[in-house]
Every structure is written in C-alpha cells, then in structure tokens.
C-alpha cells in the first residue's frame, strides 16, 4: 500500500512495462518543488524511460531525487539539461515558472512533460501554443488523478465496453489535506500557483471531458471561498464548477482543502459517472471506514451491483503511450488539444468565479 498521508508526496508505483528498450528513451528533469515529480518518473521509469539527468538549484532537493533514482546525474545548470541528448524533459517547478521550463525545453529540441498545473495565465497558454507550432514538440501534463489513478483506467474500460450505457453526466470530488506547516510560501499565493480552481480543478475538468467522450465544454458557473484561512485572504480553499460538454453530457466539480486528520489518506477523491443503463462510482484513495486501499469501482446496472477492486489489475497504460507518442510522433496517450484545452478550462472557472464566502 502506497503511504497517502500527505497528497504532495504521493507517488504512485506500478508495475514495470517497459514500451522501449534499456537507455532509448532518456529523460531530463528540471524543477523539484513538488512531490509529484516522484510519480511522474515512477510512471515513466515502469514504462522503460531512463531518468538519466536532473537539475534543480536546492542542493537538498537534488539528494533527496538521488536517494529515489540513485543512478541520476546531476547537472550544473538547467542549460546543461536543455543541451544534453536527452528526449524528454519533465518537470515540477513553482507552477507560475513551469511554462517557462516548457518553452525553453521545446525550444531546445526536447519534448515537455509538466505536473499539473502546467500554466497559471492566459498569456503562458498562448506562448505554449505559438511554440508547439513553431517547434512541433510535445508538451504533455500529469494529469494523475486519472493518469495514476487504477479505478480510474479499469472505469475507462467499463466505460468502453459500454457497460453503463451512454454517458450523459460526469461528477468529481478532489478533497485535499492542507498540511499548512509543511506547504511552502508560495503555496498560499494565488499568482504563483493559479487558483484552487488553476490547480486542482484541472483535474476535474479533464475527467469530465474524457470519461464524458467529449472533445470541448464551457464553464456554466463556478464559485471560488475562503472559508478557514483568515490570516491569507488571498488563499483559495474551496472551490467549485458546472461544466456543460459539446455533446450535452453535464457536469460538475468540487475542490477543497478540507481533509479532517482522521482520514487515512490525504483524500477522499470520488467520481461518479452516470449512464442509461447504470452508474460507476470511483474511491480511487480510500474506501472510508472499511478498506484503507484504494483503486475501489462500484458499478450498478440492469445486471446487478458490483464492486471491483482494480489495484493491479491494469496499471498505468498512459506513461508507455505517452513515450511512444514521443518516439512515433502520435497522438494515442492524450491529444495536444485535450491537454491545453483542459488548462483553458481551468482558466475560465478561475476567471468567472463568483467569491461566496
């Protein structure tokens, strides 16, 4: 069982499934603010990736990477990355400079891949966009709470075989534990992170695109409160949105910083997709008060209930696609339009919010 305590340092591990052969597929890593760069090399790593370089200017943060990926070289300088033979480079720095990393990385040659939130402004989602024209390169985002998440890839295949029917509503629910003490400054400062609604409810919104089949959405409303953090007015810590797909399916989301100490993990996140013919509910963490695991799908249709427990049983099909697309120049792990339509999105919700509290 992975330690899910603490959502900043969760990284997720599979099995291993390598899509390409020992030292093919190189990866670069620059920008070591937030755990999730464990889980993004984790997925890549078990997909057969070499984590071979990384830079970060925290001397602490580099020997915390080398006690997790031991064989690493470490570089003097971002440039020394940018420049070196690897293919991709991946990244998890302050989300207000992580467009930043992409554009010089693309521009360089090398294919992206960035936590969430890839970007916080519109003015960083144009200039990605005018760089992936002008350099046709990748720029590809950890989405994980359906990327890494095991529910998540068996509800895909449910949903596929058509086993609830038609989907015409999609709903998500992202609680997070805020472990104030150990959150860096710039975790409390909406212009360097985007918004509640930038950072995590970009996960959200991509679920609902895809397990909906859509291809775009609008933003209905959405409503943005600071509830229980006085002392930083500016902080977000409740945020939520109604989204309307291109193909009528509805939606809706929910974010917060309200995970209660007694939960054991660091949140209790849910999706529930509806169809014609039944219903899928994800507890994709913990299935609160009777099994500490997670990867939990609950489905119910004309032939019965049923309660599936996915972990192990499909792994994470998006990193291997991911490299690939990478190698082969396709578009099979996630389109380019898919990824920054999402961030687009988050930006709309962030941008309209009503402040209710």
Same mark, same amino acid.
């Given at each position: 069982m992975q330690v899910k305590a603490d959502g900043q340092n969760y990284a997720p591990k599979g099995k291993s499934a390598? @899509? @390409?052969g020992p030292g093919e597929f190189k990866v670069g890593v620059v920008g070591l603010d937030h755990g999730h760069i464990?889980?993004?090399?984790?997925?890549?790593?078990? /997909?057969? /990736?070499e984590i071979a370089l990384v830079y970060d200017p925290d001397a602490a943060k580099i020997e915390a990477f080398k006690q997790k990926f031991p064989n690493v070289a470490v570089a003097r300088s971002e440039q020394e990355v940018m420049e070196s033979d690897v293919k991709l480079i991946a990244g998890a720095s302050i989300p207000v400079d992580r467009c930043g990393v992409g554009l010089r990385a693309m521009k360089h040659g090398k294919d992206y891949f960035v936590d969430k939130p890839a970007l916080t402004t519109r003015e960083q989602l144009q200039e990605i966009r005018d760089t992936i024209k002008e350099t046709g390169r990748k720029f590809g985002v950890y989405y994980s709470e359906r990327l890494h998440v095991e529910a998540a890839v068996y509800a895909e295949q449910l949903v596929t075989q058509g086993a609830i029917g038609r989907v015409v509503s999609v709903s998500g629910f992202g609680p997070h534990r805020l472990n104030a003490p150990t959150r860096p400054a710039w975790f409390f400062e909406p212009e360097k992170y985007g918004g509640i609604l930038v950072d995590i409810g970009c996960h959200q919104i991509e679920q609902i695109l895809f397990f909906s089949g859509a291809k775009d959405a609008r933003i209905v409303s959405s409503r943005l409160a600071n509830y229980n953090m006085p002392s930083v007015p500016k902080f977000q810590d409740f945020g939520d949105a109604t989204v309307v797909c291109d193909n009528g399916v /509805?939606?809706?989301?929910?974010v917060d910083w309200f995970t209660p100490k007694g939960l054991g993990a660091w949140g209790d996140g849910r999706a529930t997709i509806i169809g014609t013919d039944g219903y899928i509910e994800l507890r994709k963490y913990i299935d609160v008060a009777n099994d500490k695991d997670g990867d939990h799908v609950y489905m119910v249709n004309h032939e019965g209930e049923h309660h599936f427990k996915a972990s192990g049983q499909c792994g994470f099909p998006f990193f291997g696609r991911f490299i690939r697309d990478c190698i082969d120049r396709t578009e099979i792990a996630m389109s380019q339009q898919h990824t920054l339509r999402v961030m687009e999105l988050a930006l709309d919700a962030q941008e309209k919010a009503e402040w209710i509290s």
């Open positions: 390598p @899509v @390409v464990y889980g993004m090399c984790n997925g890549l790593s078990e /997909a057969g /990736a /509805a939606g809706y989301f929910r």
